[in-house]
């Protein structure tokens, strides 16, 4: 892990708000986490630019049907919440693809896979290039970060 402090060094998730996991939603979830804390760039924007708040821990939550994300960091704490609405089709496409990609890996013919797997990849910059603008203003990630993040978020099944 680097020593920047324009990073994230803990993931919460409320339990409380966001669905109840399976044991394999679970795992998908702590890789997802640990994916994300190994490396990433994430600068609060109305954090000191000298980087003494942080590095941040971000809690996620579901907050009125929207997504919270609570991060703090030394002397330093902001609440963002994020429609999820413009989310929904992107997250419910990259699931079916990912769903096809993993049934084809089992019996499809490696062109198929090939194409699924393409398919998959364009999703998933999608939903992270969505997410990187959702979060303009609030807080600057990276594109690498912002596809962690999506990831994580993709991996949170959300009730109701």
């Excluded at 000298?50 to 996620?60: F, H």
């Excluded at 693809?97 to 062109?111: G, L």
């Excluded at 393409?118 to 690498?144: C, F, Q, T």
């Amino acid at each position: 892990m680097s020593a920047d402090p324009h990073r994230l060094h803990a993931v919460r998730l409320d339990e409380q708000s966001l669905a109840a996991a399976s044991r394999d939603q679970e795992q998908e979830r702590q890789i997802a986490i640990f994916d994300l804390l190994e490396d990433n760039r994430f600068v609060p924007a109305e954090a000191p630019e000298d980087g003494s708040a942080g590095p941040y821990t971000l809690e996620i939550s579901l907050v009125d049907g929207r997504l919270g994300l609570d991060v703090s960091g030394a002397g330093f704490q902001r609440r963002h919440l994020l429609s999820l609405s413009p989310f929904r089709a992107v997250m419910r496409d990259y699931r079916m693809i990912c769903e096809s990609y993993y049934d084809a890996i089992r019996n499809a013919t490696p062109s198929r896979i090939e194409a699924l797997d393409m398919g998959r990849r364009g999703l998933h910059n999608e939903g992270s290039e969505l997410l990187k603008a959702r979060l303009e203003g609030k807080v600057e990630v990276d594109i690498d970060t912002a596809r962690r993040l999506f990831t994580l978020i993709c991996a949170l099944h959300w009730r109701g």
